[in-house]
Nanobody, 121 residues
Framework: QVQLVESGGGLVQPGDSLRLSCAASGRTVSDYFLGWFRQTPGKDREFVAVISSTGLSTYYADSVKGRFTISRDNAKNTVYLQMKSLKPEDTALYYC??????????????WGQGTQVTVSS
């Protein structure tokens, strides 16, 4: 079992930056790929970014590539999502999860409770 707790969300203006954090505990978290996903009302949860267990490989959705950066600190059991040049369409509930590649897409397991990001002027 893995427990995940997200933080760092908030209300920002378009063009601003924000950093999300996800503290993990439980099993040896450093063994897992970790990822960020997001969801808006009425839509399915979507993949945002994933980082490998070592942190050497990262994967991004096209919509955030070049603006978002995922990183991890295995000594702190924490994964981060640095978000820059935020747009209103980035508004969503952001979730941290243990990530896995399955059925040709990234999906999550062991979800956190989510942290809300709202981008609005």
């Amino acid at each position: 079992q893995v427990q995940l707790v997200e933080s760092g969300g908030g209300l920002v203006q378009p063009g601003d930056s924000l950093r999300l954090s996800c503290a993990a505990s439980g099993r040896t978290v450093s063994d897992y790929f970790l990822g960020w996903f997001r969801q808006t009302p009425g839509k399915d949860r979507e993949f945002v970014a994933v980082i490998s267990s070592t942190g050497l490989s990262t994967y991004y959705a096209d919509s955030v590539k070049g603006r978002f950066t995922i990183s991890r600190d295995n000594a702190k059991n924490t994964v981060y999502l640095q978000m820059k040049s935020l747009k209103p369409e980035d508004t969503a509930l952001y979730y941290c999860a243990v990530a896995r590649w399955r059925d040709s897409r990234w999906s999550g397991n062991y979800w956190g409770q989510g942290t809300q990001v709202t981008v609005s002027s």
